[in-house]
Every structure is written in structure tokens, then in C-alpha cells.
């Protein structure tokens, strides 16, 4: 018997990489990120990483009971996820992401960076589902190692981006900045509609 499904890991990383996106965060994380030093901006790439890493363990853990305890669905948790995200795609297109009080203090590692935009509701379901179907440890283990690695690679892509920085300028931020609101309020947007079609479908 087989100490590590390849195959559950390669079906669970794939799954993740295409949900969480490591691609799409680096103009999201470079917009949010801007106008801080470096050793701030590389602290908030791991801290990002770091705290999408705990609320998905945190859900693959107890996922299903928290929700069922909070009598809170699924699309519910979209649609929440989504508004949250089109209040920061909103800040990002008007610029008032790019006043003092916000980059200074307030952790976007945290919110919106950690959480909903790389552990949101999809990378959450999906990591409940895989935790809920793996049986035996062969299985599990491969499932963790999964979220581990997207974690591992989510950190490395932020911390790539801070080059790009270096070589765009301030001019190049505000740019890649009013482009990532334009393509995070379409995420929101569609995370929105998801949750609103999830709702019609569960009471039909």
C-alpha cells in the first residue's frame, strides 16, 4: 500500500492553484503593497500566505461543523466573500487605497490579502470536500501536502513580485493598481453571483 497518493495530491494542488491563483495575486499584491520598504512588503508576503494557510487548515479541520453550528451556507459565505472583495476593488479604482491612513495602518496581509482573496469561499469548499473524501492516511496525507505546497508557492509569487516593483517604478504601481480593481471587482462580482445563484438552486 501506497504511503502517498500522487494522485489526490496532484488533483488537490491543481484544484487550488487554479482557485487561488498564485498569477493573479502579484498585481493585487503589488497595488496593495506599494509605498511600503521592502522588509515591510516581504513580512506581508509571508503573513499573507501564512494566514491563508491557517484559515484553510482551520476549515479543513472543522469546516463543515462551523458552518453547520453557524447555520451558515455556502453561497452565503460567497456572497460575503464578495462584497468584501468589491469594497477593496472599489478602493483600489478610486485610489483612496493609496492614502496614508490606509497603507499605513491597516495589515492588507491580513485583510484582504490573506482572507477572502487566497483562502475565499472556493479554495474553502474545496478543501472541505477534499478532507471529507480522503480516506486513510495515504490520502490525507497527500490532501495536506497539497495545501501546504499552494501555500508554499503563493508565498514565493508575492515575494517574486517585489522585483517587479523594483523594475516598474511608481508609475507601473498605479497602473498594475487601477487594473487589479478592475479585474478584483470582477472576481467580486462573480463570487456575488455564484453565491445568489446557490441560493435560487437550494430553493428550487
Keep these: 500500500m501506497s504511503l502517498f497518493d500522487v494522485t489526490r495530491f496532484g488533483s488537490l494542488f491543481v484544484t487550488l492553484f487554479v482557485i487561488m491563483d498564485p498569477p493573479g495575486t502579484i ?38 461543523q462551523i458552518l453547520d453550528y453557524l447555520h451558515v451556507s455556502i453561497p452565503a459565505l460567497q456572497v460575503s466573500g464578495g462584497i468584501l472583495l468589491l469594497l ?3 478602493d483600489l479604482l478610486t485610489g483612496k487605497i493609496e492614502e496614508p491612513t490606509q497603507t499605513k495602518d491597516v495589515n492588507v496581509a491580513l485583510v484582504p490579502l490573506g482572507t477572502p482573496l487566497l483562502a475565499g469561499p472556493g479554495a474553502i469548499v474545496a478543501v472541505i470536500l477534499a478532507v471529507q473524501g480522503a480516506n486513510g492516511a495515504s490520502e490525507q496525507l497527500a490532501v495536506w501536502t497539497a495545501i501546504l505546497a499552494m501555500h508554499v508557492v503563493l508565498w514565493f509569487t508575492m515575494r517574486f513580485s517585489l522585483i517587479i516593483i523594483r523594475i516598474i517604478k511608481e508609475g507601473g504601481v498605479v497602473l498594475i493598481t487601477r487594473i487589479s480593481g478592475l479585474l478584483l471587482s470582477a472576481i467580486a462580482i462573480q463570487l456575488i453571483a455564484s453565491g445568489v445563484y446557490g441560493f435560487i438552486k437550494n430553493y428550487h
Design 27 to 64: 498585481p493585487i499584491f503589488l497595488a496593495l503593497t506599494s509605498g511600503r520598504a521592502g522588509k515591510v512588503q516581504r513580512r506581508m508576503a509571508w503573513q499573507a500566505a501564512a494566514v491563508a494557510l491557517g484559515v484553510i487548515t482551520c476549515f479543513g479541520l472543522f469546516g463543515q
Design 88 to 90: 477593496i476593488a472599489l
